[in-house]
């Protein structure tokens, strides 16, 4: 008999280590990790949450995923254009287009007035031409002005514009090409009109820039000249690609590196730039001193970003891998520009 007892007992106390005090509890239901009065019961394994960011000091041993910087409330972004740029500008939409807290508009300078080049958002209304009255009615949060000679438009609107900039509800990305003439004949200046507006060259980190005259233009190169991220790129939102800034260095000297590599054939030659002015990216051209690429302007301009290169490789912009790491750098400028990181 005794011996009995103890074997009973020997089983019982071996079940309740096995199953837990549920094989004691009535029902014989036994709760998934989130059940209770308020959670599911009999649904399986709970899943984790994700865990938080590393402290910045712990960078990870494989190179991590693009970093997408997240947009709490809607923004809208204006890409104004040419036909010769909207390659890039297509490039810009789709960096953004997965991203429904943003909206994007498209408009090139050629089309039909009313009629988008792309996007969701709004555009002029059909027959008119982009205005300061209608610009400041939309409300955009960044607008890109992507080679675009700011003469075909009324002085009013770069004023509207330099003002919504400076009180930090606009932020502005200026890129520039190489001088065209423009739609109404004149030949092409021998400085880009972003640098000769007064509203906008206010705004702009450029000093100086060297003049375009004749069949030879300074800046243009006969093959791609590499991008080199600054140390402070390594840590900007704009131009870091990844949070910890020893990786973003590694990523963009690898993509220096690849063939064809992260370059232009193109980069606007600045030749100085106005004090405040951070350097995110160089384009090293095969010879002479590199040229200031990607620059952020003085803070007390409000959010500027200058962009002078415009023949960026094909192939980066296709490959996948290339084109998501550029895409995230975009996605997270124009979230920059927005005042939302």
Known sequence: MRLGLIVLVLLLATAALLFGPNLFQGGGEV???????DGPKGTGPELQAP??????????????????????????VLLLMTRMTQRWARVMEMALRSDRQIEVSGYALEDTPGVPAFG?????????????????AQGFDVLVLSDVDPNEFEPALWESVASRVRAGSLGLWAQPGLPQVSLRGVPAPEVHGLL??????????????????GPSVPGVFGREAPFALSTEGEKHPASRIVFWPEWSRRIWQLGAAATPPWGTQFCYPVEALKPGSVVLVEARPPSGKPLPMYVQGAPASGRVLWFGAQQIA?????????SGKWYALIHNAIVWLAGRA
């Open 31 to 37: 709760d998934s990790p989130g059940g209770g009065p």
């Open 51 to 76: 865990s938080p960011p590393p402290p910045a000091g712990d960078s990870p041993a494989d190179e991590p995923e693009p970093e997408m910087l997240r947009v709490e409330r809607p923004l809208r």
């Open 120 to 136: 969701q958002g709004p555009v002029p209304p059909a027959g008119e031409r982009l205005s300061a009255a209608w610009f400041d």
């Open 196 to 213: 000769t507006e007064p509203s906008l060259a206010a705004l702009l980190p450029v000093e100086r820039a060297a003049p375009i005259r």
């Open 314 to 322: 094909d192939d980066t912009l296709r490959s996948g891998q290339q």
